[in-house]
């Protein structure tokens, strides 16, 4: 069965620090496809990246980065230069192959808060 | 207009009530979810549709009913609930119902059972 862990459950920076959230996932599948979400207060998951198993090239979008390692399946983001606007919960989620949606498995999430 | 809508966002109802929770999407999407997000719990799934046809069903109890009339709409009905049944109830939907498609959510509707 597949699995995600967040092991850090809650995290304070100060703006402008750099934060790394880690995500560590289990599957016995070779296709599968991992996201990243974001839910602020408002309480809505804002979708922020998706990957799928043959992929391992990291990514970059502005203060926003991923790293990708199918050897210690990991797949950990990074905030650089933080802002107060990042204080939310994230989640890292798996999904297996054709599996009609129904084994989207989220990790239990990862509450940051951004302190000015 | 946000692609998924939620109504409504808070509701509080008595262990004897019936309600019911409303989902609505603007994306032309054929599948459509929904998840339990309690205090303590990782997001659960509850029910997925797929082009109007129920796919999963999580082990949901039966207090739970979901309907979706159509692709763009998704109930979930209520009745007899227990006060452990509150909780965040989000709704979401995506292209299609396959591993590779992003789901989109809305933001929830905050149920309290007293």
């Known amino acids: 069965a597949q699995k995600v862990t967040q092991a850090q459950t809650e995290i304070s920076v100060v703006e402008k620090e750099d934060v790394t959230l880690d995500c560590v996932y289990e599957?016995?599948?070779?296709?599968?496809?991992l996201f990243w979400y974001k839910q602020p207060p408002s309480g809505e998951l804002v979708f922020l990246i998706r990957r799928n198993s043959f992929d391992e090239q990291n990514e970059i979008s502005g203060r926003y980065s991923w790293n990708f390692q199918k050897s210690t399946s990991s797949f950990n983001f990074t905030i650089t230069a933080s802002q107060v606007v990042d204080s939310a919960v994230y989640f890292c989620?798996?999904?297996?192959?054709?599996?009609?949606?129904?084994?989207?498995?989220f990790g239990p999430g990862t509450r940051l808060s951004v302190l000015p | 207009e946000t692609g998924v809508t939620q109504t409504p966002r808070h509701l509080v109802m008595g262990m004897t009530n019936k309600k019911s929770l409303k989902c609505e999407q603007h994306l032309g999407h054929n599948a459509m979810y929904w998840y339990k997000q309690s205090a303590k719990k990782p997001l659960e799934l509850m029910f997925v549709?797929?082009?109007?046809?129920?796919?999963e069903n999580n082990s949901v109890p039966s207090r739970f009913s979901p309907e979706c009339p159509n692709s763009s709409h998704l109930f979930l009905h209520l009745h007899t609930l227990q006060p452990e049944d509150s909780a965040l109830y989000l709704c979401?939907?995506?292209?299609?119902?396959?591993?590779?498609?992003?789901?989109?959510f809305g933001a929830g509707t905050r149920l309290s059972v007293l």
């Open positions: 549709y797929s082009l109007e046809e129920r796919v």
């Open positions: 599957t016995r599948d070779t296709t599968y496809y």
């Open positions: 989620a798996l999904s297996e192959g054709d599996n009609y949606g129904q084994n989207f498995v």
């Open positions: 979401a939907s995506s292209q299609d119902s396959g591993g590779w498609y992003i789901q989109y």
